[in-house]
């Protein structure tokens, strides 16, 4: 039985950043990690951390002072590592790259770089404890970094398997319009006061992603039948801190509206058996076709402009100088 397609479209937002230091922690150190906790938390004595106000938190977005039951829905806490464990991860880094070292090529699984590089398990659990004692709960979700799901079955199942056994559900996504992509071009313009460089690609990401959705629509119709809750992925950059707004009349104009995740994951469609690996990052849509052997075709082709402008740019932190990993 087919519903009316607009009791149907759905959609959820995601601004996910990587997750960081849950991961690696597989198994108890093994390593001489000394913890860097070492006294209780005196809230009296406060530092003032710098880079840590979000790109959308700005004046003209001010509505005053917030009511102190708001509730904060999300938050990203990084531990930063000790300066001896900093010294020895670059040389790591330069040794796996280096053909003369024994190191060479000899990569960490997760749970080895969290037994070497991660905060001491003690450490994790004292800023828990102080976390939840203040009115915070733990994580719930987990998105793919990259949408790299694995490079195998069993890897993928693994990385599963860890992530549920500490709670966590994860965290699929099925419209994406590589608003990252679009952004380095913005980004770069915006410092270099080109305006008209900036129009470009605000249009070329709004028509990139109508046709992006009109392509993943059509693909759920044909693979499953109807339009699942759609789980929309977006990144916290300048172009969309600037254009949100545009994005947004342009969901509202398909018939969508938000929903929280729990309830899009409540959609049948999200139960579908997946065997997708690969390290190219793509959405649960194509995981899903692929796994059925029928991998989709006719997707909307990313403006080469951009690609060509991306590409001349200087590539960003932790990505490759050949244009690195896709969608992060």
Same mark, same amino acid.
């Given at each position: 039985? *087919?519903? &009316?397609?607009?009791?149907?479209? $759905?959609? =959820? ?7 960081? /230091?849950?991961?690696? !922690? ?116 987990? *998105?793919? &970094?990259?949408?790299?799901?694995? $490079?195998? =079955? ?7 398997? /860890?992530?549920?056994? !500490? ?124 796994? $059925? ?36």
């Amino acid at each position: 039985m *087919r519903l &009316p397609k607009s009791s149907l479209r $759905r959609v =959820v937002l995601l601004l996910f950043s990587i997750l960081t /230091f849950p991961l690696g !922690r597989a198994a108890a150190q093994t390593t001489n990690i000394l913890g860097r906790v070492t006294q209780a938390v005196d809230e009296r004595n406060l530092v003032v951390m710098k880079g840590n106000v979000h790109p959308l938190a700005r004046p003209e977005f001010d509505h005053g002072a917030a009511p102190l039951d708001l509730r904060m829905d999300r938050m990203l806490l990084v531990l930063k590592r000790s300066p001896e464990q900093e010294r020895a991860l670059q040389k790591l880094l330069e040794d796996q790259q280096d053909k003369s070292s024994p190191r060479y090529r000899q990569w960490l699984t997760p749970e080895q770089f969290g037994q070497h590089f991660g905060p001491e398990d003690s450490d994790i659990q004292k800023v828990t404890d102080w976390l939840q004692g203040h009115g915070f709960q733990k994580l719930r979700y987990f *998105r793919h &970094p990259y949408l790299d799901v694995g $490079r195998d =079955v069993e890897t993928r199942r693994d990385a599963e398997a /860890f992530l549920v056994a !500490r709670g966590y559900r994860l965290a699929p996504v099925t419209m994406d319009a590589w608003d990252w992509a679009f952004s380095r071009v913005y980004d770069d313009a915006k410092k270099r006061a080109d305006t008209a460089l900036q129009q470009e690609v605000v249009s070329a990401y709004l028509s990139y992603s109508a046709a992006m959705f009109d392509y993943e629509e059509k693909l759920s119709r044909d693979l499953i039948g109807y339009e699942p809750k759609q789980i929309l992925l977006l990144h916290a950059n300048p172009l969309e801190a600037d254009h949100i707004g545009e994005l947004l009349e342009l969901l509202r104009k398909r018939g969508y509206r938000f929903i929280t995740l729990e309830d899009a994951l409540s959609d049948l469609a999200y139960g579908m058996p997946d065997t997708y690996v690969g390290e190219e990052g793509t959405g649960w849509l194509e995981h899903w076709a692929i796994t $059925r052997g029928r991998p989709p075709l006719g997707a909307p082709v990313f403006p080469p402009a951009i690609a060509q402008r991306s590409k001349a740019l200087p590539p960003a932190p932790g990505e490759a100088p050949a244009g690195g990993p896709a969608n992060p």
